[in-house]
């Protein structure tokens, strides 16, 4: 796995400064609520979550000017593809 401030370098390093971060990452455990366990939804939340937030971080510092807000965007959408109400995320 790639640390994000190295996929940063070698994005700038290709093709210039960042003008857009689209977060586009996540994972879902596929099992009953009741089943899931505490390292099972620590992996979930790393991909999820963690992985934006270090991703912006990433971002954000080398700038030569801050990202607008409207150039950041975050998806969700993994649990609306499943038909199961259970899933944790």
Not at 19 to 40: C, F, H, S, T, Y
Not at 49 to 77: G, I, K, N
Not at 82 to 88: M, Q, T
């Amino acid at each position: 796995m790639a640390f994000p401030s190295s996929i940063v370098l070698q994005t700038r390093a290709a093709l210039g400064e960042v003008d857009i971060l689209v977060n586009n990452a996540g994972i879902a455990k596929v099992q009953d609520w009741q089943d899931i366990m505490p390292e099972d939804w620590g992996v979930v939340l790393a991909a999820n979550l963690t992985s934006s937030f270090l991703m912006s971080l990433a971002v954000l510092p080398a700038s030569s000017r801050q990202l607008p807000a409207d150039r950041e965007v975050t998806l969700y959408a993994i649990a609306q593809h499943s038909l199961r109400p259970c899933i944790a995320i």
